[in-house]
């Protein structure tokens, strides 16, 4: 089993920045893929970044060039640093971990983290 632990979320403004940590714990969590996710309300869950364990990484279009994904050299932390963020970036985020890159199921998943971006 593999836990996960996010943190980071909050009220900021559009055009502000804000990074999202997420916590792995538990077995192996350092072999495995990780992943962001975010779901606004009334919309379906959607992929954000991942980062493999020898750092590949790869984004969705929407935050391309806004958002980095980084890991810790423990392997066991995430970060999600959001640039330049939007209202449309409103959501609940949730960090994952699955097998392989890039990942066809992840596994395991944290509870999430809500940013909210004014306007």
């Known amino acids: 089993q593999v836990q996960l632990v996010e943190s980071g979320g909050g009220l900021v403004q559009a055009g502000d920045s804000l990074s999202l940590s997420c916590a792995a714990s538990?077995?192996?969590?350092?072999?495995?893929?990780m992943g962001w996710f975010r779901q606004a309300p009334g919309k379906e869950r959607e992929f954000v970044a991942a980062?493999?364990?020898?750092?590949?990484?790869h984004y969705a279009d929407s935050v391309k060039g806004r958002f980095t994904i980084t890991r810790d050299s423990a392997k066991t932390v995430v970060f999600l640093q959001m640039s330049s963020l939007k209202p449309e970036d409103t959501a609940d985020y949730s960090c994952?971990?699955?097998?392989?890159?890039?990942?066809?199921?992840?596994?395991?998943w944290g509870q999430g983290t809500q940013v909210t971006v004014s306007s």
């Open positions: 538990g077995r192996a969590s350092s072999y495995y893929t």
């Open positions: 994952a971990a699955g097998d392989g890159y890039p990942v066809t199921d992840y596994e395991y």
């Open positions: 980062i493999s364990t020898r750092g590949f990484t």
